[in-house]
């Protein structure tokens, strides 16, 4: 019977000068600038920064991702390199800054939800920001926004409601609100402002009650049907 034949490895003898060779003239085929270049776009396909799977799995990638390590020493290096956000171990600092620079990049408002998750990709999430500091709010308040809280909150709400009745010729309905959100990102959304003045049933004729108030405070007649007078 014949014996099996035993499997032995083949040593496999490189020399170590070539071999770096050998290595640099691979990486020369990409620049720094084309494997970021690569990352922002798999970056934009995917509405997300990339892991390293996400990126090798990505069909229109042209780039494996160990070689933007080999550029960039670490994979979370050649990201930030690239303007995007590492998807782990963010610290607090850096979102700090992250919601000021886009505070800065939208002209000095305050950052929304909205602002934030248009910007995926080079922002955190949201449910990091929230897990992080345990609200928006808090968030932006840490990153030095003036942000409203509580009774001021809804205080800025009703002025805002005041200044779109003017806008309307009327109190606003809350689909009139939602729509003037989508031109205005500063304001509540409704179902922030819904939620807040907090009485049931009725809650959004509440805060048109507040809003009537407030307009006649300046002056302003508002008829039983809601409509402004003059």
Do not use: C
């Not at 805060?207 to 008829?223: A, D, I, K, P």
């Amino acid at each position: 019977m014949a014996r099996p034949r035993s499997r032995k490895r083949a040593q496999v003898r490189i020399d170590e000068a070539e071999l770096a060779a050998f290595r640099a003239g691979l990486r020369r085929r990409y620049t720094d600038d084309d494997i970021l270049e690569e990352l922002r776009e798999a970056a934009e396909r995917l509405g997300r920064s990339p892991t390293m799977r996400e990126f090798a799995r990505d069909p229109e990638a042209g780039v494996h991702p160990q070689t933007v390590i080999e550029h960039f020493g670490t994979w979370n290096a050649a990201k930030r390199a690239a303007g995007l956000t590492p998807r782990r171990f963010i610290s607090r600092e850096e979102l700090v800054a992250q919601l000021r620079d886009l505070g800065e990049e939208l002209g000095g408002r305050i950052p929304t939800a909205r602002d934030i998750e248009e910007h995926r990709g080079r922002m955190a999430s949201k449910s990091l920001i929230w897990q992080t500091f345990g609200s928006l709010a808090a968030a932006l308040r840490e990153a030095g926004f003036d942000v409203p809280i509580g009774e001021e909150r809804l205080e800025r709400a009703v002025a805002d409601g005041a200044v779109l009745a003017r806008e309307l010729g009327h109190l606003p309905k809350m689909a009139e609100w939602k729509d003037a959100r989508k031109r205005n990102a500063t304001l509540l959304s409704e179902w922030q402002v819904y939620r807040m003045v907090d009485i049931q049933p009725g809650a959004w004729s509440a805060f048109q009650f507040l809003v009537r108030e407030r307009l006649r405070e300046e002056g302003v007649e508002v008829s039983p049907d809601g409509t402004l007078a003059g």
